[in-house]
């Protein structure tokens, strides 16, 4: 029996989607539930399984880079045919007669000898300063391969992970729950130890043993990875599958890391050295993500529809950032998340928007919609492109909920899998590009809302206070507006207001011991 597998529903908005990579080849034999493809939406990447098992045949119009319908059929599968015997017995055993003795490994020894090498917080954005140690993976004194996670970090955007720099003994220093620096050394690495007689390298597997049975069909060489060059799993595995030389790709990651989308990009590039310098004339086209059509479509829609100004004020973010040294150990103690300034931002604009309701509003042809709940959009950079997802009723949310939902929203657009439920609606959006260094910038408005409130770098200046001049931390905010639902008197004083609570955040807390309101919060 054929099967058709189809597009499915992903989105009430959503009319089509586009094959973004084939996982599976036409003809391979594959599992119930096996990950067939990976398909794009303009709103997320999702992935297609297999209904049934069976052998896999893929439509002529589903080839990769192909916009299907939903509805449409990407693939069939032919339940009918016999699994290979590969994927229901192990292969026999060849006659002992014919095969070579088998070599005695010799005793491991260290993949290199650097001595005792420091571990060090890495920078994982522009105004982030601190990170905290969540878990440790590797436990004090084990043996790590070079690339091994050995601990988890959470910075106030987002949990990362830590990876081991060269092969060798593990050397905690930090303990679970400690604030780090960004440069802090987080561990060290003896790599003069050596490799455990138990412990198998993880390189290449060397070739197999001499037979005098019929030879097999040669294969392809696997790409060797030197030991000075880091690559993360995915994208090694990517290199030997493509033979591609890993020193021509120079790694976007931490460190120099080679990612996979570096190698898909030096796949895309043959003969160029990615990442370094090129002198060429010549030019590459690509067809538009889906992602990214519907991002153009919008801002273009939002600057040629709205009547779109932009006001601007700055904070004095002292209170704040002292605040938060204070009392953030007993805050992740208590709520077990970081305290952030997202926390902060989102609710001054949520007292603000109760206050001035028109910055909270919309319009809709000749009528103006007001809502009594603020579901505050953030406007987070995932990999494939700008999303927005929403944190709903945020004005009944206390500090703790707001960052828990800001680190799950943001650590599902990390990983692409955010749903299209998570990004719709939406009454107000805040955008921070101060993460990637910006000082000041206009946002433009996220439609259908009529507000956005843009914050940015914290930079130390110069200022007036009381007439002595001293140096403060201070971040540049922006509004932009619809003036046709939002007069100049409103965004002015709805970001005055934003600003008062910022620098008098006790305000934010309901109450005058502020250690109280934040554990109740």
Same mark, same amino acid.
């Given at each position: ?23 599976k080849?036409?003809?391979? $034999? ?21 209904e ?9 119009a589903a080839?990769?880079g192909?916009?299907? @319908? ?24 060849a ?24 571990? @060090? ?26 690339d ?25 220093v930090?303990?679970?729950?400690d ?6 050394v ?29 030879p ?12 000075d ?34 190698? $898909?990009?030096?796949l ?6 990615i ?6 004339r ?15 479509r ?24 002292a605040?938060?040294?204070? $009392? ?32 909270n509003?919309?319009?809709d042809?000749?009528e103006?919609? $007001?809502?009594?709940?603020?579901d ?6 995932a ?6 997802p ?9 500090m703790?909920?707001i960052? @828990? ?15 299209v439920p998570?990004m ?14 910006s ?51 409103e ?13 008098n ?14 554990? @109740?919060?």
């Amino acid at each position: 029996m054929v099967i058709e597998i189809k597009v499915p529903t992903v989105g009430e908005s959503i009319s089509e989607v586009t094959i973004a990579k084939w996982l599976k080849k036409d003809g391979d $034999y594959v599992q119930q539930d096996e990950v067939l493809c990976e398909m794009e939406s303009e709103k997320a990447t999702f992935e297609l399984n297999a209904e049934k098992a069976g052998i896999l045949k893929i439509a002529a119009a589903a080839q990769e880079g192909a916009t299907l @319908k939903i509805g449409e059929v990407a693939c069939t599968i032919d339940t009918d045919a016999a699994a290979p015997a590969s994927t229901t017995a192990p292969a026999a055993a060849a006659p002992a007669a014919t095969v070579a003795p088998v070599v005695e490994a010799a005793p491991a020894a260290p993949a290199v000898n650097k001595g005792t090498i420091d571990m @060090k917080v890495p920078t994982v954005g522009e105004s982030i300063s601190e990170v905290t140690l969540v878990k440790w993976i590797r436990k004090d004194g084990d043996y790590v391969e070079r690339d091994e996670v050995v601990c988890e970090l959470e910075s106030e955007k987002a949990t990362f992970e830590l990876n081991a720099e060269e092969a060798g003994a593990l050397i905690t220093v930090a303990k679970e729950g400690d604030t780090l620096k960004i440069g802090d050394v987080a561990c060290k690495i003896d790599t003069s130890v050596a490799r455990p007689a138990g412990k198998s390298a993880p390189v290449a597997a060397a070739p197999a043993a001499q037979s005098t049975a019929a030879p097999q069909p040669q294969q392809a060489p696997v790409t060797s990875i030197p030991n000075d060059i880091k690559t993360t799993p995915v994208a090694a595995a990517v290199i030997a599958d493509k033979q591609v030389d890993p020193s021509s790709i120079k790694g976007s990651g931490a460190h120099g890391k080679i990612m996979k989308d570096d190698v $898909y990009a030096a796949l895309k590039n043959p003969g160029v050295a990615i990442g370094q310098e090129m002198f060429t004339r010549q030019e590459r086209r690509e067809k538009m993500s889906n992602l990214r059509k519907t991002v153009s479509r919008r801002l273009v829609e939002a600057k040629n529809t709205t009547a779109m100004l932009t006001t601007f004020n700055e904070v004095d973010m002292t209170e704040i950032m002292a605040l938060r040294a204070k $009392y953030k150990d007993v805050f992740k103690k208590q709520h077990e998340v970081n305290l952030g300034f997202m926390s902060f931002f989102t609710k001054a604009c949520c007292f603000a928007l109760q206050e001035f309701p028109s910055v909270n509003a919309y319009i809709d042809g000749d009528e103006l919609v $007001y809502h009594d709940f603020c579901d505050i959009s953030i406007a987070v950079s995932a990999p494939k492109g700008l999303v927005v997802p929403v944190i709903r009723n945020a004005e009944s949310l206390d500090m703790a909920g707001i960052e @828990k939902a800001v680190l799950e929203l943001a650590t599902k657009a990390r990983d692409n899998k955010l749903t299209v439920p998570e990004m719709t609606g939406g009454t107000f959006t805040i955008t921070n590009g101060g993460v990637f260094g910006s000082l000041m910038s206009t946002p433009i408005i996220n439609i259908p809302q009529s507000a956005i409130l843009g914050m940015h770098k914290i930079q130390e200046r110069p200022m007036a206070i009381n007439g002595q001049v001293v140096i403060r931390p201070m971040m540049y905010v922006a509004l932009s507006y619809d003036h046709r639902i939002i007069d100049g008197r409103e965004s002015v004083s709805f970001l005055v207001r934003v600003k008062e609570m910022l620098e008098n955040p006790e305000q934010l807390l309901f109450g005058k011991d502020p250690l109280k309101a934040l554990l @109740k919060l």
